[in-house]
């Protein structure tokens, strides 16, 4: 198994359309993230799970839903989005330290390529 | 939070050498990273330095001086598929994760 897998690889979904994105690390980490990256423009840092505990949300909007049930395991729920949310969504993982400032490096996962239509 | 300062563009030959420059400023100072990232692919780690110095990793290099907020990345014998972004990232104390901005995207020409 790769280190951090996303499923699926390719989404197109309407407007009204409810779908889950999936991501599963099998490298021991203890922190998650989902990340969005549009069109030439840098990676957006959405969420970061630690220990399955959400800490931080960087004012994304609520028809993005993200669930973290266990440490191997991250979903972001998808409900009612809008065209401009089509974008590379990548999940990563890493080991956070006991300082928990981010000095460990990410392991991305392939992402998801989801269009809106 | 982090503030950081690289070339929007480089362009360099197969086979040459090329350096990648990073300036930073950090709310602290937890290390620096570089990514590598193709187009449309996902970031890939090359290096992570946090004391001053050159690390060396193969064809790849990064360098850190703490005192100047400075990093490079040295990418010897170019080869066509080095054409990608290189991301230099800083986090800052108390961030659980690291920001990105655009990078420094490398065209390699044969």
């Known amino acids: 198994e790769t280190g951090v897998t996303q499923t699926p690889r390719h989404l197109v979904m309407g407007m009204t359309n409810k779908k889950s994105l999936k991501c599963e690390q099998h490298l021991g980490h203890n922190a998650m993230y989902w990340y969005k990256q549009s069109a030439k423009k840098p990676l957006e840092l959405m969420f970061v799970y630690s220990l399955e505990e959400r800490v931080e949300n960087n004012s994304v909007p609520s028809r993005f839903s993200p669930e973290c049930p266990n440490s191997s395991h991250l979903f972001l729920h998808l409900h009612t989005l809008q065209p401009e949310d089509s974008a590379l969504y990548l999940c990563?993982?890493?080991?956070?330290?006991?300082?928990?400032?981010?000095?460990?490096?990410?392991?991305f996962g392939n992402g998801t390529r989801l269009t809106v239509t | 939070g982090q503030n950081i300062d690289q070339p929007t563009e480089m362009t360099a030959t197969e086979g040459a050498i090329v350096q990648i420059n990073c300036t930073y400023q950090t709310s602290g100072f937890n290390g620096l990273f570089w990514y590598q990232q193709h187009a449309g692919e996902a970031p890939t780690f090359l290096s992570y330095?946090?004391?001053?110095g050159l690390e060396e990793k193969g064809r790849f290099s990064s360098f850190l001086s703490r005192s100047k907020g400075y990093s490079y990345l040295l990418l010897k014998e170019l080869q066509m598929k080095d054409s990608a972004s290189y991301l230099c990232?800083?986090?800052?104390?108390?961030?659980?994760?690291?920001?990105f901005g655009s990078g420094t995207r490398l065209q390699v020409q044969p």
């Open positions: 990232t800083a986090p800052d104390t108390g961030r659980r994760a690291l920001t």
């Open positions: 330095n946090v004391l001053d």
């Open positions: 990563a993982s890493s080991q956070e330290t006991n300082s928990g400032t981010g000095d460990s490096p990410l392991h």
